[in-house]
């Protein structure tokens, strides 16, 4: 091989590695490795990762976070196939019932499930809160959901409040978490 | 005797036809698509979810769905990822174009690296003639006479 063949060679070699160097700096660095959770469990109040979804209710309606600011929200991540899914149900259509008159809002969202199971889910359990399908499960990622159910709680500013409840809201290590989180949408608790 | 061989490869070809619109299989499906959770296939998963994609499938084949009608139904449902392999066309084709791209420009890159090596190796043949450097052989041929002494 001639010399500046070997050149062009190594130098090409050192780019890749530069590159492939540079890359894991900027997934480390601007990374959001474990999505809006990750910074909820730093303390911090991110913004709640913005969705349109279509909405397991209606037939062709879709929904947008966008369209519920001002709005205190629960945001609440399920699958008919989960267990404790089928436990907590209650306990959030009831949350629901209980404070929609202060303009809260209950969203769920059915991801990695097929639609149809969803739909009897819903009808089983008497949900009437809006619950919109994401059967790809394109949020999760974003908003660091690892498992079902989880449950968020979104201000009237669009912010991430309270902590991410990892399992049914209606267990006895949930509950206080879950009333808080509601405390701190509505805004009357810091 | 031609007639009889045309007959052959005519019954071939039907039976070839007839086992391609057969009934697609169960355990063929599940290897093809992927678990939503474990993103494994789903005849490696066990999961609640795999469980039930795998009954939507039985159900499907017992109503006379075709592999890709049950396949498009899936995607429709839990999008392109539940393929376990990529379709061949838009963006995904590139999935399938740049490990071949990548094994081309290997081939290309060893090969020029040993047809290099070859010539710098028949240059190094040509050139060398055997003979050992004049002060080298001086030097032996004193070692030598001194060892014969």
């Not at chain 1, 130098?11 to 894991?24: D, E, H, M």
């Not at chain 1, 690892?146 to 500013?157: A, L, N, Q």
């Not at chain 1, 405390?183 to 009357?188: C, H, I, P, Q, V």
């Not at chain 2, 071949?100 to 070859?118: E, K, Q």
């Amino acid at each position: 091989m001639t010399g500046r063949a070997k050149t062009v060679g190594q130098v090409v070699a050192l780019a890749a590695v530069a590159g492939l160097l540079a890359l894991l700096v900027w997934k480390l660095a601007f990374g959001n490795g474990s999505g809006a959770a990750g910074a909820l469990a730093k303390g911090k109040h991110p913004v709640a990762p913005a969705f349109t979804l279509s909405r397991l209710d209606t037939a062709d309606g879709k929904l947008s976070l966008a369209s519920l600011k001002g709005k205190p929200v629960v945001v609440n991540f399920w699958a008919s196939w989960c267990i404790p899914c089928k436990g907590e149900a209650p306990a959030l259509q009831k949350a629901y019932e209980k404070y929609r008159a202060q303009g809260l809002t209950v969203l769920g969202i059915d991801a990695q499930d097929f639609r149809q199971d969803a739909r009897h889910f819903a009808k089983r359990f008497g949900v009437t809160y809006p619950v919109v399908y994401d059967g790809s499960g394109s949020t999760l990622g974003k908003w660091g959901v690892t498992g079902f159910p989880e449950t968020f709680f979104v201000d009237r500013s669009g912010r991430l409040v309270g902590e991410r409840i990892q399992g049914g809201i209606d267990t006895a290590r949930n509950k206080a978490a879950f009333a808080r989180g509601i405390r701190l949408a509505l805004g009357k608790a810091q | 005797m031609t007639r009889l061989l045309a007959l052959a490869l005519v019954a071939l070809a039907l039976v070839g036809s007839a086992a391609a619109a057969g009934p697609p299989r169960q355990a063929d499906l599940e290897a093809e698509i992927v678990c939503p959770t474990c993103h494994t296939t789903l005849d490696q998963s066990s999961s609640p979810i795999a469980t039930r994609m795998k009954e939507f499938i039985r159900a499907r084949i017992a109503a006379g769905a075709s592999a890709s009608q049950i396949k498009a139904q899936l995607v429709a449902q839990f999008g392109p990822g539940v393929l376990a392999e990529p379709p061949k066309h838009g963006f995904d084709l590139l999935a399938w174009l740049l490990p071949l791209g990548a094994l081309a420009v290997g081939v290309v890159v060893v090969g020029a690296l040993a047809w290099t090596w070859s010539r710098r190796r028949g240059g190094d043949a040509e050139t060398g003639d055997g003979a050992l450097d004049p002060d080298l052989e001086r030097r032996v041929d004193e070692e030598l006479a001194r060892f014969e002494d």
